[in-house]
């Protein structure tokens, strides 16, 4: 019994929850014929959301008014110019990765520079970075598409032992923010600061590095989904970013983590991340309008949220 | 006698160059766009900086300013168009982001004697001129090519733009029709593929599981590379998917085409009706009589045309046409 209680007291148990019921619905219309396929597209599609979610989630747990609003623009960005560097040749690939993770940890740097020394709060910070990434974005390749090197496109698209690859790839991703998360000094120093700002610099936690490594990871994060992306999606767009803004936000609210900061949780991303994709499906398998479909992915986050909090206060 | 030989040839010269030189020589045209986040939107400045430049340097006009807005919202582009009343433009092209929020400053560059061309995104303000497409009858087209190439019809997946946006609504209110015409055909499922490939690739692959077999996708533009992805990763056989134009779904079907004979057809608008405006509003200062509402063709590509036009297309851009002083009179006089 205590068991039990304690597996329904987790936050992100119902994100799950939730996934599988919405899963069963759509499959239930062909009769179950069509649940490889679903699972398939669910787990890959999943998988990118996953990526900017965690780094959003670490963003979050910083506290109060903590949030990356470049992500969209840095995914472009990155996509873009790797491609361009990497021209469609596999000997490229490996200087295609480096600059990925080069205009990731530059806008990870130049958010939190605007943030500290400019003294501006991140959402505007991160805002006004997103304008000039966005901007540079276009300048770089004006909106072409250029196709990703031929080994990437299908490393991208095929699957280990039945698991897509992007899918594998998250679930690395993924135990290793677990790790950083629960098990490592940096883990805690965030959750610290995120319950309390003050009280972390009186303890001794050193504030501005963490905040600073942790912006640089979210940063780092998207500019890898935007270069993964673009590799799966058959090269990089202008507009590829826009559905990941309010999506990574998304999964890390409906996966459980705390939106005021100091309590986050990795499985829960997961969760979120295959519902959000199976909402979508489902709704679109039962042919309902584009109207009512917002208003019941709504309705459903909302229920999903409101049966996570209530059953995470009473035990507390 | 040799100043007034002088003097003639002077007055010679000078006819000749008034001749050459149209009345709007002096005149001033602003572009108003408000959203440059896509490579068709990229073409489309492209296009507009290409041919005004050049009847610039030719002393058609005196200036073609492009300006566009970093949000994409009605309330930014307003302030630029009051703005532009301020600069003193004789004209004002715009590519609208709301059909009717604009108005109250379209009314404001109208009552200070400014032509009002506007395009692509159009606005319902009276006062202004319109180079609308045929959305409707773009989204019809599709069927009537599908009559053709499918006599025994078949199962339909319809890929729509974004949701709430009048085109979306238009061109698929023009496939809807088709397929009430024709009974054949069965619309068996309808995605929002927001006119990127990314997009419409997510949301196909999430719904092609729960579907039957499909004869053919229906798209939009900027959809059609998507779909045939998703279709290829669940392993189905692929259908006829009618593109829209951009160099990737192009080159897609080129390979197609050659390996195993795939048939299809693309339609879209050419960015470079931005050009179309362009001339309108020139020919509009030039005093010309233009009728309010035009229309503009929609660029179709065939399976005849289709080398043509690839190599034709930027790799990763959109198909185009530039047009021409002679295009938009002769548009504007097929309308009269």
Not at chain 1, 12 to 31: E, K, M, P, R
Not at chain 1, 126 to 136: D, E, P, R, V
Not at chain 2, 105 to 110: D, Q
């Amino acid at each position: 019994m205590n068991a039990l209680n304690r597996l329904l007291s987790r936050p992100w148990l119902w994100s799950f929850a939730a996934a599988l019921a919405v899963w069963i619905a759509t499959v239930a219309v062909t009769a179950g014929a069509s649940s490889g396929g679903l699972t398939d597209a669910a787990l890959t599609f999943a998988a990118f959301s996953v990526f900017v979610g965690i780094g959003q989630m670490f963003v979050i747990t910083l506290g109060p008014g903590n949030v990356d609003l470049s992500v969209p623009a840095n995914m472009t960005l990155a996509g873009t110019v790797a491609l361009k560097l990497m021209d469609t040749q596999d000997s490229m690939i490996l200087p295609g990765i480096l600059v990925t993770l080069l205009v990731g940890l530059c806008i990870g740097l130049a958010n939190y520079a605007l943030i500290k020394a400019l003294r501006i709060p991140p959402i505007i910070a991160t805002l006004s970075t997103s304008f000039i990434i966005q901007s540079a974005a276009i300048w770089t390749n004006r909106g072409l598409r250029i196709k990703p090197p031929p080994v990437l496109a299908d490393f991208a698209t095929s699957s280990t032992f039945f698991v897509p690859n992007m899918a594998l790839l998250a679930l690395l991703v993924s135990v290793l923010a677990w790790v950083l998360l629960n098990h490592t000094i940096f883990g805690r120093w965030i959750a610290a600061i995120g319950q309390s700002m003050p009280a972390a610099r009186m303890a001794g936690v050193p504030v501005d590095g963490t905040r600073l490594a942790t912006y640089v990871l979210c940063a780092i994060l998207a500019a890898v989904n935007g270069f993964l992306l673009s590799c799966f999606s058959g090269g990089a767009a202008l507009n590829m970013g826009n559905e990941y803004l309010l999506m990574s936000i998304a999964v890390v609210v409906i996966g459980g983590s705390a939106v005021a900061g100091g309590d986050s949780n990795v499985p829960g991303i997961w969760g979120a991340s295959l519902l959000m994709f199976l909402i979508v499906s489902m709704l679109n398998t039962y042919q309902f309008e584009a109207g009512y479909r917002l208003i019941m992915t709504g309705l459903i986050i909302i229920a999903v949220i409101l049966v996570a909090s209530g059953r995470q206060a009473r035990p507390r | 006698m040799t100043t007034r030989k002088l003097l003639l040839a002077t007055a010679a010269l000078a006819s000749v160059a008034c001749a050459a030189h149209a009345d709007t020589s002096g005149k001033k045209i602003a572009l108003s766009n408000n959203y440059a986040g896509n490579s068709w939107r990229q073409a489309m400045l492209q296009s507009w900086d290409k041919v005004t430049k050049q009847a610039v340097a030719d002393g058609v006009v005196a200036a073609a300013d492009a300006f566009t807005t970093a949000e994409n919202q009605a309330t930014e582009q307003a302030a630029q168009i009051q703005n532009m009343i301020l600069q003193g433009y004789d004209a004002i092209v715009v590519n609208a982001a709301s059909p009717t929020a604009l108005n109250g400053a379209i009314k404001e560059a109208c009552d200070a004697g400014i032509v009002v061309v506007s395009f692509d995104g159009i606005v319902d303000e009276p006062c202004a001129w319109r180079v609308a497409v045929d959305f409707k009858g773009m989204g019809k087209s599709e069927i009537e090519y599908l009559k053709g190439a499918l006599p025994d019809g078949g199962n339909l997946l319809e890929i729509r733009g974004l949701a709430g946006v009048f085109v979306d609504d238009a061109i698929s209110a023009g496939i809807n029709e088709g397929v009430a015409e024709n009974p054949q055909f069965k619309n068996v499922g309808a995605v929002h593929g927001d006119w990127a490939q990314d997009v419409a690739q997510k949301a196909v692959a999430g719904i092609l599981p729960s579907l039957p077999e499909i004869a053919a996708v229906v798209t939009q533009g900027g959809d059609g590379y998507g779909a045939a992805q998703a279709f290829a990763a669940a392993g189905r056989p692929t259908p006829i998917i009618i593109m829209g134009n951009r160099q990737d779904e192009l080159k897609w079907w080129k390979e197609q085409k050659d390996a195993n004979g795939y048939k299809t057809m693309s339609v879209s608008i050419a960015p470079g009706v931005s050009t179309l405006a362009f001339w309108v509003a020139q020919q509009i200062l030039d005093g010309k009589e233009v009728p309010k509402d035009l229309t503009v063709p929609f660029l179709r590509i065939d399976q005849d045309t289709l080398e043509a036009n690839l190599a034709n297309t930027p790799e990763g851009g959109v198909a185009n046409v530039e047009y021409s002083q002679e295009d938009a009179i002769k548009v504007i006089e097929g309308t009269k």
